[in-house]
């Protein structure tokens, strides 16, 4: 799923925003300044990242300009209550990929995020059949042997990391990184426990584990 990076000074709109991207399955890493996004941001990689410009220290239009200094490329959806039609436009030019003024609508957010994903990876697929497994990307839905099997979030997460690296093997630290948040306890055994709770719900017939080594779904992979 994909990784959003949010950068908003304003706790409450930060906390909402979260709040609601996370409700949708998306991995979020929340800052209050731009220094301490570009820290993030220079050691892990991130989908989208949602940039407020009126913000103390660094200013938005200096992390955009950092961003690009220090070849950090992933897309940026600036959000700003600067409404006038020159700084949407500056913004486009220097590389934002959507401005959405504030204040919005947290649906208008969440779609746009969804639109600039898009942009990003016009070619994902938003179907995926193994044997007798069915996932639906964009409705969330995944069937097991004709019928439906409810999951949480994070148990569909994993199963669509799985089934995306079908016959491969996929490790406890890429499912911690790509599931879970940036400062991941590796110590902890919540990935066994939703591995576990998962394997029961398909029935103990489609994830395999490597002892020492990871989780592997084997079949044929159909993506449509
Ligand atoms: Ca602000």
Request: with cysteine; hydrophobic share 45%; net charge negative.
């Given at each position: ?112 995020v969804r639109a600039?994903l ?107």
């Amino acid at each position: 799923m994909a990784r959003i990076l949010i950068v908003e000074d304003e706790p409450k709109l930060r906390q909402h925003v979260a709040q609601a991207l996370v409700a949708e399955g998306f991995v979020v890493s929340v800052h209050e300044s731009g220094a301490s996004a570009l820290e993030t941001l220079a050691e892990h990689s991130f989908d989208l990242v949602l940039l407020d410009l009126m913000l103390p220290g660094q200013n938005g239009w200096q992390v955009l300009d950092n961003m690009k200094t220090f070849g950090l490329d992933s897309s940026v959806l600036v959000m700003s209550a600067i409404s006038d039609t020159a700084h949407v436009i500056e913004a486009l030019n220097r590389g934002a990929v959507d401005y959405l003024r504030k204040p919005f609508e947290i649906g208008e957010l969440v779609a746009r995020v969804r639109a600039a994903l898009r942009k990003n990876s016009p070619q994902q697929a938003l179907h995926y059949l193994v044997g007798d497994l069915e996932i639906d990307l964009m409705q969330r839905k995944v069937v097991f042997q004709g019928t439906e099997v409810i999951l949480t979030k994070r148990e569909f997460m994993i199963l669509e990391l799985l089934v995306a690296n079908c016959n491969r093997i996929v490790s406890k630290a890429l499912i911690a990184e790509k599931v879970w948040e940036v400062n991941f306890d590796m110590g902890s055994n919540v990935i066994e426990v939703h591995m576990s709770q998962l394997r029961k719900k398909l029935n103990n017939q489609v994830i395999t584990t490597r002892v020492g080594m990871g989780y592997c779904i084997e079949g044929k992979l159909v993506t449509r």
